[in-house]
Nanobody, 113 residues
Framework: QVQLVESGGGLVQPGGSLRLSCAASGFTFSSATMGWYRQGPGSRSELVATISSTGVTNYADFVESRFTLSRDNFKNTVDLQMPSLKLEDTAVYYC???????WGQGTQVTVSS
């Protein structure tokens, strides 16, 4: 069955970095457009970034060129590199297979001093 398993979240100070990873299985990953959503405390979910099957990326305005999304079609993984983290980046981050609206279980990112 389809599975998306996120990892890499944690607690980091402002200005710190995290690398989130999503391991996909159960579908043809190399053909899939993937993305990351996030949902902060008391907030709606918002799209962070997307990456097409060919590696074309798009980012939300709030990313402000800080994050980098990449994929490995041999390992079936999609990674979100997040340097320069801010307090407002605190959220649960979800990997998503966009065309099917399938989300993983999420990984918590907490930015706090």
């Amino acid at each position: 069955q389809v599975q998306l398993v996120e990892s890499g979240g944690g607690l980091v100070q402002p200005g710190g970095s995290l690398r989130l990873s999503c391991a996909a299985s159960g579908f043809t990953f190399s053909s899939a457009t993937m993305g990351w959503y996030r949902q902060g405390p008391g907030s709606r979910s918002e799209l962070v970034a997307t990456i097409s099957s060919t590696g074309v990326t798009n980012y939300a305005d709030f990313v402000e060129s800080r994050f980098t999304l990449s994929r490995d079609n041999f390992k079936n993984t999609v990674d979100l590199q997040m340097p320069s983290l801010k307090l407002e980046d605190t959220a649960v981050y979800y990997c998503c297979w966009l065309s099917r609206g399938f989300w993983g279980q999420g990984t918590q990112v907490t930015v706090s001093s």
